[in-house]
């Protein structure tokens, strides 16, 4: 059969792919604007011209003058013609500059960038049904995770979403056993010892240079004395009669999440309360259609999924599971009770009990 072609239709849709290109290739520059401190040269100092940015950053001005083109045609900073000054809105500056608002963005970026690295590795994964480690990307997928999650971490998890779980701040505050799961570089992990300090803390990953990323960092915060980290996989860190144990934005990566929710079980004192953090999703599709889904669906695919494909099971949960399938994984495992207590743009945040 002929298929009419409607012309406008087909332009329509290449221009929006040369705009997919653009914010591409802005990952790169977004790195490469944090990395030589473009962005705090502006927030700081406010317009330049290309030069000015040049010389406050000790970098060289053929480049400082294409990346900021390439930043006002993407509108992340503002061009006036009539001065050839580049400013960086203050609302801007926040999201680009600022670690400790929620907002911060640059570790997002940090962690596309990361993860496209390894697009060969995966497109040929894809096609035996493999998978990629966690612990075989490069190092911006790593960091980059935590620089994106950590402001948010620190915005909401002592005054939103611990105190949404029924008696679990007042277990804390009297002296608790926590176990921190997918730790990684140990963020979560050292933010709860740090306001608890009579409460004690293990930290566990499998991969081990986030764990010794974690150690330094715990050493640093003077929080040694109550928190340790191990190597160790979610299905078999160790310890038992737990009052709280805690998973952020880890279980979807696993391998076999309802063994690592079984032993969770296992491992929870009688009246203990699993905090499980994972990315805000609908369950279904039509409700992750939408930009923050479309960012995750492109992790899942790229990233989350191969991870939990290289573990045993492989069960390949999704970055956008939802909150139906994570319940099913935690009554597959045992556990009676399930709500949702809390949530932000990027995170849902929910009460696991026996």
């Not at 620190?154 to 005054?159: F, G």
């Not at 050292?190 to 330094?216: C, K, N, V, W």
């Not at 063994?259 to 969770?264: D, E, K, L, Y």
Request: net charge negative.
């Amino acid at each position: 059969m002929t298929v009419a072609i409607d012309a406008d239709k087909l332009m329509g849709f290449v221009f929006k792919a040369v705009d997919e290109v653009g914010a591409t290739l802005n990952a790169g520059l977004v790195v490469m604007g944090d990395r030589l401190g473009y962005y705090q040269a502006l927030a700081d100092q406010g317009p330049a011209t290309p030069s000015e940015l040049a010389e406050r950053t000790s970098t060289d001005e053929h480049y400082t003058r294409e990346w900021l083109n390439a930043q006002a045609a993407g509108g992340i900073v503002e061009y006036d013609a009539s001065t050839g000054r580049y400013t960086l809105p203050p609302e801007h500056a926040v999201a680009m500059t600022d670690p400790s608002s929620p907002a911060y963005l640059p570790g997002f970026f940090q962690i596309a960038l990361g993860t496209l690295q390894h697009t060969t590795e995966t497109i040929e994964a894809a096609r035996s049904g493999a998978g990629v480690g966690w612990h075989e990307h490069t190092s911006d997928v790593h960091v980059g995770c935590e620089r994106f999650f950590r402001p948010s971490y620190n915005a909401n998890l002592l005054p939103n979403w611990l105190p949404a779980l029924d008696g679990v701040v007042e277990k804390l505050q009297r002296g608790a056993t926590v176990a921190d799961i997918g730790c990684g570089h140990g963020s979560s992990t050292i933010l709860m010892a740090e306001a608890f300090p009579r409460s004690t803390f293990i930290g566990s990953d499998y991969h081990q240079a986030s764990i010794e990323t974690a150690r330094l960092r715990a050493a640093e915060a003077g929080v040694g004395d109550r928190v340790s980290f191990e190597v160790s996989p979610a299905d078999s860190f160790s310890g038992s009669g737990f009052d709280l144990v805690t998973t952020f934005d880890a279980l979807h990566d696993m391998g076999d999440p309802v063994g690592a929710a079984r032993h969770v079980r296992e491992a929870l004192a009688p009246d203990g309360t699993w905090m499980l953090v994972e990315p805000m999703a609908g369950d279904r599709v039509e409700d992750n259609l939408n930009p923050v889904g479309r960012a995750y669906y492109g992790f899942s695919t790229l990233l989350c999924t191969p991870a939990s494909l290289s573990q045993p099971v492989g069960l390949a949960l999704g970055t956008q599971a939802g909150p139906a399938r994570i319940q099913d994984v935690t009554k597959a495992a045992g556990f009676g009770r399930f709500r949702t207590v809390a949530q932000t743009p990027f995170n849902l945040v929910y009460e696991v009990r026996p």
